[in-house]
């Protein structure tokens, strides 16, 4: 058996990722698919999909995976080119064991890697570390599995449209270059009203802006079309389909938090009293109005595979992140697929008055800083925050630990977190006035430079 160690930096907190041919490679892809598969073997599993999204180094690490997995005993059904949360989708359908997509996500293009999810739940966390160690140790299960491609493509789409509430709209949309363009080309087509689709040819070097919808530059292309076509809304994507963007008539960023809330407004007219869950960096505001609406706000930890790890035990019929992520279990499976929050964004707006412009301009308009991201070492940021935290105690600071810190004064809050997927520290603070703004920025400030870490410019 041949043991294989991973780049210390590979095995992240709910993925696995990394840059070709530096520290990510085809080699990396056949353990894990040994890794995965051992694990699978041992808990009863036997059929395993696997999807890959548009980047040019998917498909190589795609034939490993395949090879790898097959190695240990376990069938293969392999889905093919598209988004994310259609292998999620495939798995599902098909009533598979578990389900490997190969994407670098909102990541740079020589970035790439793995999604996974066993036996219906995200692998994530210490199953991760496991697999790393299943692949040490070198100790994996054999056998011969078989292989098959199934396309499930026309069933994906058809199950997205399942849910749609039907009212009719001019959409722009923006799949940006991402392995899910052709599904939002194929949603939009079934779809009433107008649509107008730009970036849906997939191409891995993402030629026309960076996939990341949360990035308001990354949105220009978007906002200039849907001023141009005179459009209600227009939806963005990023790199595989599992994160959504939106910006209202006007051209302005409706963001993570705000569409939480829009949809909030929808399901708890039909679900009074349930638990929405949203992550540390969402804004108070949404917090508030999730009461406001009869439901009950619950404040998680960052990343999607927590996110939906809490959402089964709070059985939780939706969640979202700032990043875009949105998770529905009421009427789907509970994952984050950002071409099914758009169906049902499309139907919460239809819901509340047919404006998602009005829908925004409803919601309370606090001051805040976009996410800031800075670099730091891999190995130092959780350091640093160990640190910021530590201080914050001594001084008795009002604060969250759910996920790094998040401090609360009496006109706003700050929040200061490792990133589970780059070497960054990211950074966010929100006040009711201006003055409270530059107040926050100052603490957030000085509590970086005491652990010795430069700020950002924009800080």
């Known amino acids: 058996m041949s043991a294989h160690a991973f780049h210390p930096t590979v095995l992240r907190e709910y993925d696995v990722r990394g840059i070709i041919d530096e520290t990510l490679g085809a080699d990396d892809a056949r353990a894990l698919g040994k890794a995965f598969g051992t694990k699978a073997v041992a808990t009863g599993g036997k059929k395993i999909v696997v999807g890959y999204d548009g980047r040019v180094s998917s498909p190589a690490l795609r034939d490993a995976l395949v090879d790898g997995l097959r190695s240990t005993g376990v069938d293969v059904t392999d889905i093919g080119l598209g988004a994310t949360p259609m292998t999620y989708y495939a798995m599902f359908e098909l009533d598979a064991d578990g389900c490997i997509m190969i994407t670098g996500s909102h990541n740079p293009p020589n970035y790439n890697g793995f999604k996974m999810m066993m036996h219906k739940k995200p692998v994530f966390g210490e199953a991760i570390q496991e697999l790393g160690r299943i692949a040490t140790a070198g100790d994996y299960a054999t056998g011969n599995g078989g292989y098959e491609q199934v396309d499930v493509f026309d069933r994906y789409i058809d199950r997205l449209m399942k849910d749609f509430e039907g009212a009719s709209f001019t959409v722009a949309w923006d799949p940006s270059n ?226 790094g810190v998040r401090v609360k004064t009496a006109d706003g809050w700050w929040l200061l977190r490792a990133s589970n997927t780059q070497a960054v520290l990211v950074a966010r603070c929100e006040a009711s006035s201006e003055a409270g703004l530059d107040r926050l920025k100052a603490e957030l400030v000085a509590a970086l430079t005491a652990s010795g870490v430069e700020p950002p410019a924009d800080l």
């Open 178 to 403: 991402g392995s899910a363009g052709p599904a939002v080309a194929a949603l939009a087509k079934r779809l009433p009203g107008k649509h107008y689709v730009i970036n849906e040819e997939v191409d891995g070097t993402f030629p026309n802006h960076h996939a990341d919808p949360t990035v308001e530059k990354n949105l220009e292309q978007l906002k200039a079309l849907v001023r141009e076509k005179g459009c209600d809304m227009g939806i963005a994507f990023d790199g595989d389909g599992d994160r959504i963007g939106a910006v209202d008539g006007e051209g302005r960023v409706v963001w993570g938090d705000q569409l939480l809330a829009i949809l909030a407004g929808q399901l708890l007219k039909e679900l009074p009293g349930a638990p929405i869950i949203a992550d540390v960096k969402a804004s108070q505001a949404l917090y508030d109005r999730i009461a406001e609406l009869g439901g009950k706000p619950v404040m998680w930890k960052t990343g999607h595979s927590l996110i939906k790890s809490k959402m089964v035990e709070l059985s939780s019929p939706l969640a979202g992140e700032m990043s875009g992520h949105i998770f529905f279990k009421h009427k789907f499976y509970g994952h984050d697929d950002a071409l099914y929050a758009a169906v049902r964004l499309l139907n919460a707006v239809a819901d509340q008055g047919g404006s998602l412009k009005a829908l925004k301009d409803s919601l309370p308009a606090a001051i805040n800083t976009p996410e800031l991201r800075f670099d730091c070492d891999d190995f130092r940021k959780f350091e640093v925050i160990k640190e910021v935290q530590k201080r914050l105690e001594a001084a008795g600071a009002d604060m969250s630990t759910v996920d």
